[in-house]
């Protein structure tokens, strides 16, 4: 599922949110073969935590966007902003490094 996710990013039209994206699968794939290997249940509930923080920040954006003029900008700007929350977030724990 990773894979894919990783697969369908626009890396031209989506700039810094892609990367940031890009970044988050790559550390949820790391939490994943640390669990796998650690017997790990905590940190499959925190990761599941993490991509529920994705689909949460993809509504903002969504609800922003339809309520917002600025359009594409406005969603470069938020989604972004979102995105490297939550790398931020998935990088900085020690059991995902």
């Known amino acids: ?3 894919h996710l990783q697969s369908v990013l626009d890396f031209d039209r989506g700039g ?3 990367r940031n ?6 550390a949820a794939r790391t939490a994943i073969l640390n669990a796998n290997r650690e017997s790990g249940n905590e ?3 925190s990761l599941a935590a993490d ?6 920040a993809w509504q903002q954006v ?3 966007i339809t309520t917002s ?15 490297a929350d ?3 977030s998935l990088n900085s724990r020690g059991d995902r490094s």
């Open 21 to 26: 994206l890009w970044n988050f699968y790559n």
């Open 51 to 56: 991509f529920s923080n994705v689909a949460q």
């Open 69 to 83: 003029s600025a359009g594409e900008a406005s969603l470069a700007a938020i989604s972004s902003a979102h995105a």
């Open 1 to 3: 599922m990773i894979g």
């Open 16 to 18: 810094a949110v892609a």
């Open 43 to 45: 940190i499959l509930e």
């Open 62 to 64: 969504d609800r922003e």
């Open 86 to 88: 939550l790398v931020g």
